[in-house]
């Protein structure tokens, strides 16, 4: 059935001011060092004109076969292109972590010779990081790292130390890019997976980012100390999906209240990850996890972050009370993204991610990654912007950081979200989603707006279009103008689309 809205800005009641750097992204280690990640879908797979093919077997067999992933060199952190979209996107903050951050070994002073010391996997020269600190300097992007904490480092019933943690931080604060803000270690209550030693139990991982924690506060007590970074979901009552979850949900995992009952160190920033699922890649294995295409739009699917988002805010208030809530890796499915991740079908998730989360707390969202696999803002190498890299700096430059009860409920063709504008202005800055893939959502205006109208030609579309001019970038790498078109009376939104108005 057909909806229809009626905006009445002057009526909205304020409900939170947030980050101007909601909007912020990971660039995992294994990014910056060079290793294994998940290798790119087929162009006819992110179509769907030829079905994902992945092998069969166990977890551990799946997550290791060449056949679902590759060795990827050192992401060029200099690329003129990459810093000048990364700057497009605007004030963020950058997360240099994953599980690949917690074996890694910091051979600053190239004693290693680029080989990984018994115990680690991966090696951190100066120079990637120097990289790294360079990259954050010239977006003007906050850095948070998680740090290592494996077998190299200390025995499961060893306490974990600072020796290499004291090297990341110093080299940064001394080359004049300070670490803002750290997690312990990515995914703890993975124990199995998570890099950890072997043996490695939640009463270990207490006690370890306690010590941690304390160390940050001790020598570095501008950063953020944030935590306890799980990937716990929400199983749904009939089991059919795992939401927000996937991989935790079917594996040995603990829960969050294991990861931080008997912690005696305070933190500033309550943390977890957010996926609505796993990726084709896992699906064999982890059927009840995935979400089909065919589901992307629904309802029960577009639940799943803010659901998490107000499941997690409890445990917030119990562990970090008073402090942000941030969601530091995010997107749509664990594994690499689905073979959709990177067209338009995603948007409508990303940008009900961004309306949805702000409309419960305040805080970031770390989307997984600003340029890596096919989740990715950027395509990997090549930094071409993909249909979620405009929806965000859309989002960037329009909604501003005081939120409003959009006074409607969210249902099917009516995801509506309303903020001050970004410029500062009077007036106020609408999304709305018309999620429905048949019907028409019709608008009635406060007076004079300006619309700006996202839409594909086909929902699996690589390339998006602004009140039906395709974005793509023009010469020196340029955005697209993304204009607006002035709107009176009552404006039409199409099946699956997502529409900004701007109210004076």
């Keep these: 059935m ?15 001011t947030v980050d101007e750097r909601l909007v912020s992204y990971n660039v995992e280690m294994t990014e910056v060092t060079g290793g294994t990640f998940w290798k790119a879908y087929t162009p006819e797979e992110i179509a769907g004109t030829k079905p994902f093919q992945g092998p069969v077997g166990s977890l551990a067999n799946h997550t290791a076969m060449a056949a679902l992933m590759q060795f990827y060199p050192p992401i ?50 100066k120079e990637q990081w120097l990289g790294v600190l360079d990259f954050c300097r010239d977006i003007g992007a906050k850095l948070m790292i998680s740090v290592a904490n494996c077998a190299g480092l200390h025995s499961a019933h060893e306490p974990w130390n600072p020796s290499q943690a004291e090297q990341i931080f110093a080299l940064s604060k001394e080359y004049g890019v300070p670490i803002n803000a750290a997690e312990f270690m990515n995914e703890p209550n ?28 001790e020598n570095y007590p501008d950063c953020l ?21 996937g991989i935790a949900d079917v594996m040995v995992s603990v829960s969050t209240d294991d990861l931080m009952n008997g912690s005696t160190e305070p933190m500033e ?36 972050a803010p659901g998490m988002a107000k499941a997690n805010a409890p445990l917030r208030d119990k562990y970090v009370p008073g402090g942000q809530m941030w969601v530091t890796e995010s997107g749509d499915a664990g594994g690499g993204g689905d073979t959709w991740a990177s067209t338009y079908l995603d948007v409508l ?66 995801h509506v979200y309303a903020h001050s504008r970004r410029d500062g202005k009077p007036g106020k800055a609408y999304l709305v989603i018309n999620n429905s893939m048949t019907e028409t959502t019709e608008v009635e205006l406060p007076g004079k707006v300006q619309v700006y109208q996202l839409t594909a030609e086909t929902p699996r579309a690589s390339v998006m279009q602004c009140n039906g001019v395709p974005l793509v970038l023009g010469e020196g790498y340029a955005l697209p103008a993304m204009d607006p078109v002035t709107a009176e009376g009552r404006v039409q939104l199409p099946p699956m689309s997502c529409t900004f108005i701007i109210t004076d």
């Design 190 to 217: 993975m124990l199995t997976m998570s890099g950890a030693p072997e043996g490695y139990t939640a009463a270990d991982f207490v006690r370890d980012q306690d010590l941690f924690n304390r160390w940050v506060h």
């Design 2 to 16: 057909a909806e229809f809205l009626k905006l009445s800005p002057e009526s909205l009641r304020q409900l939170r």
């Design 269 to 304: 920033v309550y943390s977890y990850h957010y996926y609505n699922g796993v990726s084709e890649r896992l699906q064999s294995i982890m059927p009840k996890a995935h979400w089909s295409p065919e589901k992307a739009h629904t309802e029960e699917y577009l639940a799943v």
């Design 76 to 125: 060029d952190l200099k690329n003129e292109k990459l810093r000048k979209l990364a700057k497009d996107i605007g004030p963020a903050w950058v997360r240099v972590s994953g599980t690949w951050s917690t074996k890694t070994y910091y051979d600053f002073d190239g004693k290693a010779g680029g080989k990984a010391p018994e115990g680690y996997q991966s090696v951190l020269t």
């Design 349 to 414: 998730r990303t940008l009900n991610e961004l309306g949805g989360f702000s409309a419960v707390t305040d805080g970031i969202i770390f989307h997984n990654t600003l340029a890596s696999s096919d989740y990715g803002y950027l395509k990997p190498e090549v930094f071409d912007p993909r249909p979620n890299f405009f929806a965000v700096v859309l989002w960037n430059r329009l909604m501003g950081t005081t939120v409003f009860d959009a006074a409607e409920p969210i249902r099917e063709g009516a």
């Design 225 to 245: 100390t944030v935590g306890p970074c799980s990937t716990v979901g929400i199983v749904g009552e009939d089991g059919d999906n795992a939401l927000g979850g």
